[in-house]
């Protein structure tokens, strides 16, 4: 999320130089924006191989983004941001992301956790240790640590695609117990990730198949168009993007959302005192 949302980010505010970045309208520049990235790992994207992570920071750093690796947030304070690196700079927008957790809402719960806050459970979904009504406790999703049986000894990440998938063995499974069925076991090969780098960027390694740049990106809005809901939105945003590979990007500022009433009270002010004189 972090590295998509960096990217995604820069390459908007490139985008949007051409309609506002002009010299002699006062506008900004290129030089004048400063993109840090700052991870506290050793690579960026763990979701795929090594090679891309690698790649991917080497893009970013060809587009003049500054990327911090086994580096950690010190302070931010009024917008002074320190790393405890050493290196300090101001920034104007900061945007944080973080880690998939399990709800806290759990540690007001009797039910047993793991060392992650996670509701250790048994292949079917199953809470493990809890007995009662429908045969225990159930948990799926980021609350749960289900043993991955396609990598033995280790569980299912925090991921969308376990997340759905298991959703679905969940409902099943507590049909059967009502009903005195057999339960389903819960099984999924992780397919792989996909990540968008900006317009026609991105990397993805699926079933093993590494790719970068545009067909990366093209996966990536593939994959996500698969999983919007109903024919009828499918249809929309397929039109939607289509339309959008033939024309620039429509950008619109939104600085008003942060001061609603600004417009209204430099007009109000101007017509009490007349408009400013040179």
């Not at 985008?15 to 002699?24: E, M, S």
């Not at 168009?225 to 590979?245: E, I, Q, Y």
């Amino acid at each position: 999320a972090g590295i998509e949302a960096f990217a995604e980010l820069e390459d908007m505010a490139a985008g949007a130089l051409r309609y506002f970045g002009t010299a002699a309208s006062g506008g900004i520049t290129k030089a004048d924006m400063r993109w840090v990235l700052v991870e506290a790992t050793s690579r960026i994207l763990p979701e795929v191989s090594t090679e891309l992570g690698a790649y991917t920071a080497e893009r970013l750093t060809e587009r003049g983004m500054e990327v911090y690796l086994n580096t950690r947030l010190t302070s931010c304070v009024d917008g002074h941001v320190v790393l405890d690196d050493g290196t300090t700079f101001d920034a104007d927008t900061i945007v944080w992301t973080a880690g998939v957790r399990a709800s806290p809402m759990l540690a007001d719960t009797d039910l047993p956790r793991d060392d992650k806050g996670r509701l250790p459970c048994n292949t079917q979904l199953q809470v493990t240790g809890v007995d009662g009504a429908l045969s225990g406790a159930w948990s799926a999703g980021d609350c749960a640590a289900v043993p991955d049986l396609t990598k033995p000894g280790r569980l299912c990440g925090p991921s969308a695609q376990h997340a759905v998938r298991q959703a679905r063995t969940l409902g099943d499974n507590l049909a059967a117990t009502v009903r005195g069925r057999p339960l389903s076991t819960y099984r999924h090969a992780y397919a792989g990730s996909v990540a968008s780098l900006g317009l026609h960027k991105g990397v993805a390694e699926v079933y093993g198949i590494k790719l970068r740049g545009y067909p990366a990106w093209f996966m990536h809005r593939t994959y996500h168009w698969s999983r919007v809901p109903t024919t009828n939105r499918k249809f929309r945003v397929a039109l939607d993007w289509t339309l959008a590979l033939f024309f620039r990007r429509d950008l619109v500022s939104l600085g008003q959302l942060q001061n609603p009433r600004g417009a209204f009270s430099d007009a109000a002010a101007e017509h009490e005192t007349g408009p400013p004189t040179s």
